[in-house]
């Protein structure tokens, strides 16, 4: 009965995801005819929605230049640094929270007050820290990334079974066992899901930085191409890092295990 049962829903989830599926890619279809008819129906100023075969044209020659993908390391190694750093001082600040009501009555309010600001508003103050190089883009990616993983991680840290914590102290184990053996298993899914959106900010943090003062990265090569109105580049550099950002976004996941969880 169990076996039936199995290949009752598993006959069920078939058609279901292959609606999914249609769906998406009607959609997608959509968007791109509707983009498509936009580029040629003459309501707009030239090349503000070029057409999708001159942006593809820019997309291919883009990926035959050597600069862009030094740009483009630029760009990567900003990113992951910041995830570096954000991520690790955001899951540190989270399980001290999550683990002392104390610290958490008094510093987590800030979190949640600083956590939706902008952060671009501190760019200037970064720049006289850490200069107009790549350290005050890192840093503005650190801070927007710190936020969504430490409260992601603090609220982890409660929702832990009670009883996972008991065995560790019964086994007398260390903080640091306890953070590596208990904690960080037990929190695995807080801890991806705000390194997805950690990511997201970061992302965003970078190239903000970059469009405002720099000299290398896609950001600049995205407000250079803006300023001479190369409509077409622009919107090809935008579609390698939407695509770059999937990726990224599905290797975390894949990474968490959060991929292979079951639907309903």
Not at 136 to 152: R, Y
Not at 213 to 230: K, N, P
């Amino acid at each position: 009965m169990a076996a039936t049962g199995r290949l009752t829903q598993g006959a069920v989830r078939a058609p279901a995801a292959s609606a999914v599926t249609l769906l998406r890619a009607a959609i997608i279809l959509a968007v791109l005819a509707v983009w498509e008819f936009l580029a040629h129906s003459g309501w707009l100023y030239r090349d503000v929605v070029p057409s999708l075969l001159s942006i593809l044209r820019a997309l291919l020659d883009l990926l035959g230049h050597a600069s862009f993908y030094r740009n483009l390391g630029v760009t990567l190694a900003e990113i992951g640094a910041a995830m570096l750093i954000g991520g690790l001082s955001g899951i540190a600040v989270g399980i001290l929270l999550g683990a002392n009501r104390f610290l958490a009555r008094a510093f987590e309010s800030y979190l949640y007050y600083l956590g939706p600001t902008p952060k671009i508003i501190f760019f200037p103050v970064l720049i006289m820290w850490f200069g107009v190089g790549s350290e005050s883009k890192v840093a503005l990616g650190t801070l927007s990334c710190f936020f969504p993983v430490a409260l992601s991680v603090a609220a982890g840290m409660r929702a832990i079974d009670k009883v996972l914590i008991r065995v560790g102290d019964s086994f007398r184990a260390s903080t640091w066992q306890m953070i590596m053996k208990i904690y960080l298993p037990a929190m695995r899914h807080p801890i991806i899901n705000g390194a997805r959106l950690g990511l997201g900010v970061a992302l965003i943090g970078v190239l903000l930085a970059e469009t405002k003062l720099s000299s290398a990265g896609i950001g600049f090569l995205i407000i250079q191409a803006y300023s001479v109105f190369d409509m077409p580049r622009m919107y090809a550099m935008l579609i390698v890092l939407f695509v770059l950002a999937i990726g990224a976004n599905a290797l975390i996941g894949r990474l968490g295990g959060l991929d292979s969880i079951k639907r309903v």
